[in-house]
């Protein structure tokens, strides 16, 4: 056999395949008022959100309080139902599926919430909290118990001393352990993970932040990280996607992004982050007021609003995101020339998808 052949086949096999891939999401939530409960009015929550996850890859997700991380995470797993869009996880569809399929979803995707302790039953011990999800997939009860110490001693908890411990005998960091371990124990392609350590101090978030870190590398796990906490999205991210009142505004590698961020949004996010070098000290803050309600966004760009750069075209087209540079941006300020410049590179980039994500823990 032709030796290129073969190398050439080898190459092939060895890119990562898209595991994930989101067109069009949208979530409305209906305000409604009055003795008749009638809707006067929709919160755009989601609106038209779109990325792809690759195996083995991470992707940040990073915003505002409100701008629709969260939802979007419950919507991918169908904790909620999306009102229009695409979500084909592992080739099929999962906006549409239902009984066993569902069940066949959530087994390959699994989330991680915020409040480690509001997440676990405080009348179940760790040990049936963990099995409790095996058993709904019919695991025998034996095969159950054995898969919730396995788990546990892969977040480096010892089954025998933490197994039949309660909620309330836990610390905040154990608990979120027992977290990831219930999640771990149906052996997940793809981890949701909804500010995992935003509640936990500092010490704490680095142990379970490196966790993850071992885990994506032992188990080939993909994840989702939303967290408020820039630092860390920049630690353990490979892509970043940065939302904005319901939309992404900007997407791209998390080492660019961070380096060089192109959407104004962007800008201002992470010149809000605290810097310890008085030499670099702000005068002014990077952004003024508040975000505009999701009930009623601004016409066009929704960021115009507090975009020091803004112009008339801002308030009249919205804008798409498209590719500009070296990732998509969803912003006027950039030429369509710079449009098809970084339409080239994306273009490049998907063809050689192939170059597994950057690992950088």
Same mark, same amino acid.
């Given at each position: 056999?032709?030796?290129?052949? /073969? ?31 009638? /809707? ?55 906006? =549409? ?25 405080? %009348? ?18 034996? @095969?159950?118990?054995? +898969? @919730? ?91 970043? @996607? ?37 030499? +670099? ?24 609003? =507090?975009?020091?750069?803004? +112009? ?14 070296? =990732? ?10 710079? %449009? ?14 192939? /170059? ?6």
């Amino acid at each position: 056999m032709n030796s290129t052949v /073969t190398d050439a086949t080898r190459a092939v096999s060895s890119q990562p395949a898209k595991l994930l891939e989101v067109k069009g999401l949208k979530k409305y939530f209906p305000v409604r008022t009055g003795v008749f409960q009638r /809707t006067v009015a929709q919160v755009k929550a989601v609106d038209d959100v779109s990325f792809d996850v690759w195996q083995g890859e991470i992707l940040g997700v990073v915003g505002e309080s409100g701008c629709g991380k969260s939802t979007t995470a419950r919507l991918l797993i169908r904790l909620i139902d999306p009102d229009a869009g695409v979500i084909s996880f592992q080739g099929k569809d999962a906006a =549409r599926a239902t009984g066993g399929e569902l069940k066949a979803l959530r087994r390959d995707m699994q989330i991680v919430f915020q409040d480690p302790y509001a997440s676990l039953n405080p %009348r179940m011990n760790v040990q049936d909290s963990i099995a409790f999800s095996l058993l709904a997939h019919q695991f025998p009860k034996k @095969a159950a118990v054995e +898969k @919730a110490w396995d788990v546990l001693e892969k977040v480096g908890m010892n089954p025998a001393q933490f197994g039949l411990r309660y909620p309330h005998e836990l610390s905040g960091g154990q608990r979120q352990r027992v977290n990831i371990a219930r999640a771990l124990a149906l052996d997940p392609e793809l981890l949701l993970l909804d500010e995992p350590v935003s509640s936990l101090d500092k010490s704490i978030q680095a142990q379970v932040l490196n966790l993850l870190g071992d885990l994506r590398q032992s188990l080939g796990l993909s994840y989702i990280f939303i967290s408020h906490d820039l630092h860390v999205v920049e630690y353990l991210s490979d892509r970043v @996607a940065v939302m904005y009142l319901g939309k992404i505004v900007e997407l791209g590698n998390a080492a660019d992004l961070y380096d060089r961020p192109l959407h104004p949004y962007t800008q201002a996010l992470l010149a809000s982050v605290p810097n310890i070098d008085p030499a +670099k000290k702000r005068a002014a803050p990077p952004l003024m007021g508040d975000p505009p309600s999701p009930i009623n966004p601004p016409s066009g760009c929704r960021f115009r609003t =507090r975009c020091p750069f803004a +112009k008339d075209i801002c308030a009249e087209v919205e804008p798409p995101l498209l590719p500009a540079e070296d =990732r998509l941006v969803a912003c006027h300020l950039y030429s369509s020339a710079s %449009r098809m410049n970084g339409a080239a590179k994306h273009a490049a980039a998907t063809e050689t998808t192939a /170059t597994p994500p950057s690992e950088h823990i």
